[in-house]
């Protein structure tokens, strides 16, 4: 190992990338568990509790809701973003299945973990883990009411330590050399990024999957990247064309991370990455055979106690509801919003998110039906693993109505004051625990005011709908271009309706937008393509948006900021624009590409980013897409090869050429992301439940440190350290139906271009 490699293996513990430590642990409950008084189990709603050794019994009586009737033990102090293991032995005369949760002991009672217990007559073990999120005050809670007659149960080998097996972090070797672990494009760029402080050329050598040598070369030193705080270099070896996996770089005693050369990468990501989205569906059940028996659940948010579901829905009220609606009472109406995607790893489904997110899905599709030749399997009728597969409609466009339709039910409906409005969101009043499959959720679901940001959003990504839909279902194509054309009026008459910045409630995030002459622009472009009506070809010249600039290296677009999508829209898909009109369009998409190009050519690790003052940006892997589909575009509109390489050798740092040496994608490469933040997807803190499926495309290195286990164990870091794949580490390894959408159209593009 090279002198730089050690000192690099220094700085990588300091940033947290190290197990954690091995060793024996503290019992944090065991005996006391079983004391009385405060020291012990205590109980409330009428439930009694015995002692006899080793053993405490409840007594509770029938009725109530499940969280009526309790019973907890309190003062456990927890470190945020340490693993631990709660085990304890539940016994009953009859079967039965109650909630236990990790939680804040005083108000306002924030779920850490959320758990259901199973108990019958020959006492069953509840065995999970979980990772800390807050340092309050924390008790184990059981929630016992709302059973029909009364009952007892019984508790035994109670037990809460730390889980010294389970990684702090995402180690993953702190070699020198990153590589594409997925593997590179015969005919591509087929380069490594090597850390080192020489400022002279390395010597390389390419191996194949026997160790024997087929290539050699040296390195071009790249200087120092504050990004990783680093001397760097980057080993060419484009010029080898032979097709095999299993190779590596070599410089001296090292060895790369396997890798092949050729292959059908991106051909398999394309399914998986669009096959992602049917267990994200909320309002359906998740069938085994399809999605993996792993990933089989039951219908989410359809009503099925102990969730109260979708399908009837009201407004916010109380207090938070006045500054959303302008009094306490909210609407008068409720709305059926069942459907859609889950926006992220929660509960909570935006239309904000939703629509740029279909809107990429969508755009996939047309840039295959375009720019394929019509013989791209994205435009095939089973691509992917859905239940619609074989209905004689292209599966991407399957699974864009699954959204499409829940964004038409967020309409505020006829008669009611904003007819015609989106609603910005649905979720829960509450933020639950991890984990929380979704038919289990047992938080108020509430909408949330509607925007005019949300309402363009439909109006755009139903237009778009309308043409792609038309050749398949006329029907719904008519439906799709009257509610949006009907939301761009509403949108019209009402213009200054910002999404709000914070509705008192938690149980969601904001999306908060201020500005919504992007979307404007956006929803504007659409119509205009798909109707050729040349009033909202005016409305769209008509904001600053349509000759301004609208790219920038931080990230070309993304929910909050949407022109950069209109105008590529516009360049590839809008063929009734010419003269000047066209020029500047599609000229501005081949501009910004190739400043994109240019700025590539200086990063050491390939990828075409760079963050305002070098800090990376939260979802940054998600902004690198985006830039992407800029540079994509213009080889579409081009034909020009460097655009192709540019995208492709950009995909190198997702999968694995990055200083964390981990691909960011589950399933591809030989190390990758597994621990992303999700309430189902959570074998972490339970292993009954599974990984994220493959293609699964985590947010990439944050350097603010929003979530208490950044904070906990990324302080400091170097911008592409800040990344941890745990569970809990929202701020840096969510995953999102933003994420994964342009993760679906740059693999498409990719399969395609091959």
């Given at each position: 190992?090279?002198?730089?490699?050690?000192?690099?293996l220094g700085?990588?513990l300091?940033?947290g990338l190290?197990?954690a430590?091995?060793?024996?642990?503290?019992?944090?409950i065991?005996?006391r568990?079983?004391?009385?008084?405060a020291?012990?189990?205590?109980?409330?709603g009428?439930v009694?509790l015995?002692?006899?050794?080793?053993?405490?019994c409840?007594?509770?009586?029938?009725?109530g809701?499940?969280w009526?009737?309790?019973?907890?033990i309190?003062?456990?102090?927890?470190?945020?973003?340490?693993?631990?293991?709660?085990?304890l032995?539940?016994?009953?005369?009859?079967e039965?299945?109650l909630?236990?949760?990790?939680?804040?002991q005083d108000?306002p009672y924030?779920?850490q973990?959320?758990?259901r217990?199973?108990?019958?007559?020959?006492?069953?073990?509840l065995?999970?883990?979980f990772?800390?999120?807050?340092?309050?005050?924390a008790?184990v809670l059981?929630?016992?009411?709302?059973a029909l007659?009364?009952?007892t149960?019984c508790?035994?080998g109670?037990?809460m330590?730390e889980d010294?097996?389970?990684?702090?972090?995402?180690?993953t070797?702190?070699g020198a050399?990153?590589v594409?672990?997925?593997?590179y494009?015969t005919d591509g760029p087929?380069?490594a990024?090597?850390?080192?402080?020489?400022e002279?050329?390395l010597e390389?050598t390419?191996?194949?999957?026997t160790?024997?040598?087929?290539g050699r070369g040296?390195t071009?030193?790249?200087?120092?990247?504050p990004s990783v705080?680093a001397?760097?270099?980057?080993?060419?070896?484009?010029p080898?064309?032979?097709?095999g996996e299993?190779?590596?770089i070599?410089?001296?005693?090292?060895a790369?991370?396997?890798?092949?050369?050729?292959?059908?990468?991106?051909?398999r990501?394309?399914v998986d990455?669009?096959?992602?989205?049917?267990p994200q569906?909320?309002?359906i059940?998740?069938?085994?055979?399809?999605?993996?028996?792993?990933y089989?659940r039951p219908?989410?948010?359809?009503g099925v106690a102990?969730?109260?579901?979708?399908?009837d829905v009201?407004?916010l009220?109380?207090?938070?509801?006045?500054t959303l609606?302008?009094?306490?009472r909210?609407?008068s109406?409720?709305l059926?919003v069942?459907g859609?995607?889950y926006d992220?790893?929660?509960?909570g489904?935006?239309?904000?998110?939703?629509?740029?997110?279909?809107?990429q899905l969508?755009a996939?599709?047309?840039?295959?039906l375009v720019?394929?030749?019509?013989?791209s399997?994205?435009?095939s009728d089973?691509l992917?693993r859905?239940?619609?597969?074989?209905?004689?409609?292209?599966?991407?466009l399957?699974?864009?109505r699954w959204e499409l339709?829940?964004?038409?039910?967020?309409?505020?409906?006829?008669?009611q004051p904003?007819?015609?409005?989106?609603?910005?969101?649905?979720?829960?009043s509450?933020?639950t625990g991890t984990p929380?499959l979704?038919h289990?959720?047992?938080e108020?679901r509430?909408l949330?005011?509607?925007?005019?940001?949300?309402?363009?959003n439909?109006?755009a990504?139903?237009?778009?709908g309308?043409?792609?839909?038309?050749?398949?279902?006329?029907?719904?194509?008519r439906?799709?271009l009257?509610?949006?054309?009907r939301?761009f009026?509403?949108?019209?008459?009402?213009?200054?309706?910002?999404?709000?910045?914070?509705?008192?409630?938690?149980?969601g995030?904001d999306?908060n937008?201020d500005?919504?002459?992007d979307e404007?622009?956006w929803?504007?472009?659409e119509?205009?393509?798909?109707?050729?009506?040349?009033?909202?070809?005016a409305?769209?010249?008509?904001t600053r948006?349509?000759?301004?600039?609208?790219f920038?290296?931080?990230?070309a677009?993304?929910w909050?900021s949407?022109?950069?999508l209109?105008?590529?829209e516009?360049?590839?898909?809008?063929?009734q624009?010419?003269?000047?009109?066209?020029?500047l369009?599609?000229g501005?998409v081949?501009s910004?590409?190739?400043t994109?190009l240019s700025?590539?050519d200086?990063?050491p690790?390939?990828?075409?980013?760079?963050?305002a003052g070098?800090?990376?940006?939260w979802?940054?892997n998600?902004?690198i897409?985006?830039n992407?589909?800029?540079?994509?575009?213009?080889?579409?509109?081009t034909?020009?090869?460097?655009?192709?390489d540019g995208?492709?050798?950009?995909?190198?740092?997702l999968?694995?050429?990055n200083?964390?040496?981990?691909?960011?994608?589950?399933?591809?490469?030989?190390?990758?992301?597994?621990?992303?933040?999700?309430?189902?997807?959570?074998?972490?803190?339970?292993?009954?439940?599974p990984h994220?499926?493959n293609?699964?495309?985590a947010?990439?290195?944050?350097?603010?440190?929003?979530?208490?286990?950044?904070?906990?164990k990324?302080q400091?870091?170097?911008?592409q350290?800040c990344y941890?794949?745990?569970?809990?580490a929202?701020?840096s390894?969510?995953?999102t139906i933003?994420?994964?959408?342009?993760?679906v159209y740059?693999?498409s593009?990719?399969a395609?271009?091959?």
């Amino acid at each position: 190992m090279t002198r730089f490699s050690i000192r690099m293996l220094g700085a990588a513990l300091a940033c947290g990338l190290a197990l954690a430590a091995g060793g024996a642990s503290a019992e944090m409950i065991g005996e006391r568990a079983y004391a009385a008084g405060a020291e012990g189990f205590w109980a409330s709603g009428g439930v009694t509790l015995t002692r006899k050794d080793g053993e405490i019994c409840a007594n509770v009586p029938a009725g109530g809701q499940a969280w009526d009737r309790l019973a907890g033990i309190n003062d456990l102090r927890l470190t945020p973003g340490t693993a631990y293991r709660l085990r304890l032995t539940l016994t009953s005369k009859w079967e039965a299945q109650l909630p236990v949760l990790v939680q804040q002991q005083d108000a306002p009672y924030t779920a850490q973990a959320h758990f259901r217990a199973a108990t019958g007559p020959d006492g069953v073990v509840l065995d999970r883990r979980f990772a800390a999120t807050d340092a309050a005050p924390a008790q184990v809670l059981l929630h016992l009411g709302g059973a029909l007659s009364p009952w007892t149960f019984c508790l035994s080998g109670v037990s809460m330590t730390e889980d010294p097996t389970a990684p702090s972090t995402a180690a993953t070797g702190a070699g020198a050399i990153r590589v594409n672990q997925a593997g590179y494009f015969t005919d591509g760029p087929k380069r490594a990024t090597i850390l080192s402080e020489s400022e002279a050329p390395l010597e390389f050598t390419l191996v194949d999957g026997t160790g024997r040598a087929v290539g050699r070369g040296a390195t071009e030193p790249m200087g120092h990247d504050p990004s990783v705080d680093a001397g760097t270099h980057v080993a060419d070896f484009t010029p080898f064309r032979t097709e095999g996996e299993g190779y590596r770089i070599v410089l001296g005693k090292e060895a790369s991370l396997p890798f092949a050369i050729g292959g059908d990468t991106y051909a398999r990501l394309r399914v998986d990455a669009l096959s992602w989205f049917y267990p994200q569906r909320s309002g359906i059940e998740i069938r085994g055979d399809i999605a993996g028996e792993a990933y089989a659940r039951p219908a989410g948010h359809v009503g099925v106690a102990p969730n109260r579901g979708d399908t009837d829905v009201t407004c916010l009220k109380g207090a938070a509801a006045r500054t959303l609606f302008g009094s306490q009472r909210g609407c008068s109406y409720s709305l059926d919003v069942s459907g859609g995607w889950y926006d992220a790893g929660d509960q909570g489904k935006y239309v904000v998110n939703g629509g740029i997110s279909v809107a990429q899905l969508m755009a996939a599709f047309e840039r295959g039906l375009v720019y394929g030749g019509a013989s791209s399997p994205v435009l095939s009728d089973g691509l992917s693993r859905i239940p619609e597969a074989g209905n004689g409609i292209p599966d991407i466009l399957d699974e864009a109505r699954w959204e499409l339709d829940f964004l038409m039910r967020m309409m505020v409906p006829d008669g009611q004051p904003l007819a015609g409005m989106v609603h910005h969101k649905v979720h829960d009043s509450r933020w639950t625990g991890t984990p929380m499959l979704p038919h289990l959720d047992p938080e108020e679901r509430v909408l949330h005011r509607p925007s005019t940001a949300a309402t363009l959003n439909l109006a755009a990504a139903a237009a778009q709908g309308a043409r792609l839909f038309a050749p398949y279902d006329r029907a719904y194509a008519r439906t799709l271009l009257a509610a949006a054309e009907r939301a761009f009026r509403a949108a019209e008459e009402n213009p200054i309706l910002q999404a709000p910045v914070s509705d008192g409630l938690q149980g969601g995030g904001d999306y908060n937008d201020d500005d919504i002459s992007d979307e404007t622009y956006w929803a504007a472009a659409e119509l205009f393509i798909t109707t050729g009506d040349t009033r909202y070809l005016a409305a769209a010249k008509n904001t600053r948006h349509w000759a301004g600039p609208v790219f920038s290296p931080i990230g070309a677009f993304d929910w909050r900021s949407v022109a950069g999508l209109a105008r590529i829209e516009l360049a590839l898909f809008a063929k009734q624009l010419a003269g000047e009109d066209a020029e500047l369009v599609r000229g501005s998409v081949i501009s910004a590409a190739r400043t994109f190009l240019s700025l590539q050519d200086a990063e050491p690790f390939g990828h075409i980013y760079r963050p305002a003052g070098g800090r990376y940006d939260w979802g940054s892997n998600q902004l690198i897409l985006q830039n992407m589909v800029v540079v994509a575009a213009a080889y579409d509109l081009t034909g020009e090869k460097p655009f192709l390489d540019g995208v492709r050798q950009s995909m190198d740092y997702l999968l694995g050429r990055n200083l964390m040496n981990l691909s960011y994608i589950t399933g591809y490469g030989t190390t990758w992301s597994k621990n992303q933040h999700s309430r189902w997807y959570a074998n972490q803190v339970d292993p009954s439940l599974p990984h994220p499926p493959n293609g699964s495309l985590a947010g990439g290195p944050n350097s603010t440190l929003v979530d208490d286990v950044a904070r906990a164990k990324l302080q400091g870091c170097v911008p592409q350290a800040c990344y941890v794949d745990d569970i809990m580490a929202w701020g840096s390894n969510e995953i999102t139906i933003n994420w994964n959408a342009p993760l679906v159209y740059i693999a498409s593009f990719l399969a395609d271009t091959r």
